[in-house]
């Protein structure tokens, strides 16, 4: 649900297996936006109510723990919390699964560059939260069987 807004963006761009020029990448960092506006208004529910953190959450995911992310360039614990975790969660999949871009990389990779990056990109309370979770999650173990196959393109 968190990238419902990569809907508006076109499958030239999801898909490029390619780097995408300075273009390209403005027009994906929309997807928080667009994303935003799309739960909001799917919503029967007043945005001061329970939908609230949803549409929150869905516009900053992707901002980084320190600041560098969009589309707000908020930073550490301002950024919303279901924002942090979907942050983590995505990244996590985004580097374990192969798509257009990429081959998808081992957990254990990932878990290096993902530790290395905690405090800059992730908040570091929540990836150590995450990391004990991850080591026994059972979904874990399917997922390394199908890593030679895409799940979906972006
Ligand atoms: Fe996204």
Redesign the pocket.
């Known amino acids: 649900m ?2 419902v807004g990569k809907i508006g963006i076109p499958d030239s761009i999801l898909m490029k297996s390619g780097r995408l020029d300075a273009h390209e990448w403005e027009l994906i960092k929309t ?2 936006l667009c994303g935003e506006r799309i739960i909001a208004a799917q919503s029967f529910l007043p945005l001061s109510g329970p939908i609230q953190p949803i549409v929150e959450a869905v516009r900053h ?2 901002e980084r723990y320190d600041g560098s992310g969009y589309p707000d360039e908020m930073k550490g614990n301002e950024i919303p919390l279901f924002a942090r975790i979907i942050l983590i969660a ?1 990244c996590y999949a985004a580097m374990t699964e192969t798509r257009a871009y990429h081959q998808g990389k081992s957990h254990e990779e990932t878990m290096t560059i993902m530790n290395a990056e905690s405090g800059i990109y992730s908040d570091p309370e929540l990836f150590e939260a995450f990391s004990k979770m991850i080591e026994n999650c059972p979904l874990r173990h399917r997922q390394a069987a199908t890593l030679k196959e895409p799940l979906h393109p972006c």
């Open positions: 968190h990238d997807h928080t995911h992707h995505d």
